[in-house]
């Protein structure tokens, strides 16, 4: 199976292909002309691939825009014996991921154009995932003063966050939302009240037995409600990550009701787990936020099948073996996600809850939507990112297997289905599971 | 007698245990009560056994109680107090986990401030692990003691009605003893400002007071909790004296219990604060001293029961 013919062009036959933006499901092909997609269809090579042309039977496996990850811890630059860009773009690509964005919370921050270039220039390097850095709405995450938004957005910051931190005073991110909207860009929330945020776990009967401090879902509720009205105030563009109540939800519901400027995601915690996970006090499902009880769970999936929910990122968040080798107290938050991401998604496939292109939309073109980033999508002219799965091989989720560094999976152990075969970025195959 | 039926290696936490196993428990602790007031208080029981007290928060009573009880049955008891203000203690509680085996204990007494920390140890050491109270999650032997005392004053626990009164959000105490009461049998009210109750934490089969005269009327048993001078700075209640005014255990309250009603505390008291020293040295309601003293034979039993085990596993 060559990769790439001389003249750079390579045809992908007899695939499933799976294109959520245009609502594309056929068996088809796929052809590229060096870093793009040059014809794509049903129709494509009915009469046989032409002389010159090599050739990757996909076998009748789903053929589908690469993944768009939009949250995503890097650790580089700062704490590299975490994960570093190498490590979690070969993660990347083996979750089927050929984008991410990551956050500003690395060491120093991406508050300067000097880290904007420098995490692209190192992420270009490897050749793996594309890399697109969010930049820090507050100078050195502090929430205090902005940032340089017009020079960063210049740089290729392609949107302004705090990053694991909410942005808390409301003056700040009143005018956050306001200068961000002079640029016409998005400023992304981790919607936590950090007064009512000082506990490692969910607030409720279980916390309570468990003699941990909870927090409550009041945490959440109460900063996209602030955030909400804030929007409606100046008119800036509003994402919310990782929603994870129903009450939270219902409030985003509302605001696009109203024709608000404001979006959300959630992580596969949210929607495949519930509190119950950190029972026995086992450190890899603390999460932040916390994994809620089965109720929020389910309006969570409730949500990503009625639309409330813009897209689906894996809040990667790679910690050490040291970092969660503690009592739960004292456990860092965050779980690795990057090679979970579509087969945890995929379960709501299998159950039943949304169709493959409605999952997919999710993890592609949904969150290249709400950014504005051209990606996602199996278009005529579009860069060649794509995945290549079986969706419903099945798996145990084994996190020594990972080729990210860190191996805190919320779902260890955890049978799933659905496998990436092969990985492109710009044409190239970056990942290759039979090779 | 019997052999005593506890089959689990470890003693971290009441939930979990049933009614027989407590009983079984407390059955042998009486047996030690009777031993520890006669002129020949030591057993050789624990000839050769190594027990050790790891205690990462201060404390004298729970560690006293415990090295007098390994020693009463003639174990080696060593006491290991680690300060767990170091920046890295989880990683030095693991540390220590690996240092303590290459030691050979029997038994390992542990108190940690973190919830769950003394079942992370159980799970990483090859000896018996007693819990000796980690954060706010549980403290068994608190609430066996207790256990104990109740039934030698009233000579059951089942069908009593017993008021927890006090800082519940963060006592361990208060969460072993609701496992255990509900386990036996028993009628459990809680009692404290709503700042001081846990979330949910009627779901755990309780009813809840806010009203100290009302949560106290016709109870058999008043347990008060020591509340933590750092909890006075207004962050949980605005003072002292407005604490002691509505929740602190006077005559006048203690007035709307049963007249046979009797007092309880875990100690060390906050005279003035929790309780007032007239109640709290009553010799005829108040049974804290008694709890010493059961505390002893507690610990006492539950060495013996797990070290019983040890055998029957090989492990000695």
Known sequence: ?435 | MTEPRYPHRHLLGIQGLGPLEITAILDLADGYVAQNRSDDKRKNLLHGCTVVNLFFENSTRTRTSFELAGKRLGADVINMQTSASSVAKGETLIDTAMTLNAMHLDVLVVRHPDSGAVKLLSTKVNCAVINGGDGSHEHPTQALLDALTIRRRKGRIEGLTVAICGDVLHSRVARSNIYLLNAMGARVRLIGPRTLMPTDIARMGVEVFHDMRKGLEDVDVVMMLRIQNERMSGNFIPSIREYFHFFGLDREKLTRAKPDAVIMHPGPMNRGVEIDSDVADDVERSLIREQVEMGVAVRMACLDLLTRNLANTGAV
Request: hydrophobic share 45%.
């Open chain 1, 1 to 435: 199976m060559p990769n790439r013919s001389q003249a750079g062009l390579v045809a992908y036959v007899n695939a499933r292909l799976l294109d959520p933006a245009s609502g594309l499901d056929a068996k088809g092909a796929l052809l590229i002309n060096g870093e793009s997609i040059a014809d794509v269809g049903p129709g494509l090579f009915q009469g046989g691939v032409p002389d010159g042309i090599a050739v990757v039977d996909c076998l009748g496996l789903c053929l589908a825009p690469g993944l768009v990850d939009m949250r995503v811890q890097l650790r580089e630059p700062g704490e590299e014996h975490k994960e570093t860009l190498k490590s979690a773009g070969e993660a990347a690509v083996a979750g089927g991921i050929t984008s991410m964005v990551c956050l500003p919370n690395t060491d120093p921050v991406i508050d300067e154009v000097a880290t904007v270039e420098f995490v692209a220039r190192r992420a270009r390097k490897n050749g793996l995932a594309k890399v697109y850095p969010y930049a820090a709405a507050t100078k050195g995450l502090e929430g205090k003063e902005l940032s340089e938004m017009g020079f960063l957005a210049e740089a290729g910051a392609l949107a302004f966050t705090d990053g694991t931190r909410a942005i808390a005073n409301a003056q700040v991110m009143r005018r956050a939302l306001s200068y961000a909207a002079t640029f016409g860009a998005l400023i992304v929330q981790h919607p936590e009240e950090p007064s009512l945020a000082s506990g490692v776990m969910n607030g409720g009967e279980l916390a309570t037995r468990l003699g941990l401090t909870g927090i409550p879902e009041q945490a959440e509720v109460i900063m996209l409600e602030r955030d909400i009205r804030l929007v409606e105030m100046t008119g800036g563009r509003y994402h919310a990550a990782h929603v994870s109540t129903a009450a939270g939800l219902e409030i985003i519901a509302k605001a696009k009701a109203r024709g608000l400027p404001v979006t959300c995601d959630t992580a596969p915690p949210y929607f495949a787990l519930n509190e119950l996970e950190v029972k026995d006090y086992r450190t890899f499902a603390k999460l932040s936020p916390p994994l809620r009880t089965e109720t929020n769970r389910l309006a969570v999936v409730q949500a990503l099948e009625d639309g409330t929910i813009d897209a689906i990122a894996s809040d990667h968040a790679p910690q050490d073996a040291d970092s969660k080798r503690q009592t739960f107290a004292l456990a860092e938050f965050g779980g690795a996600g990057l090679e979970t991401l579509l087969p945890v998604t995929l379960e709501l496939v299998h159950n039943e809850h949304l169709s493959l292109l409605q999952a997919l939309r999710l993890v592609t073109s949904g969150p290249a939507g709400v950014l504005g980033l051209k990606a996602g999508r199996l278009k005529v002219g579009a860069a060649a990112d794509l995945v290549l799965f079986d969706p419903s091989r099945a798996w145990v989720v084994d996190p020594t297997q990972f080729r990210g560094k860190s191996k805190n999976s919320p779902f260890d152990g955890r049978p799933v289905q659905g496998m990436v075969v092969r990985t492109v970025v710009d044409g190239r195959t970056v990942y290759d599971r039979n090779a």
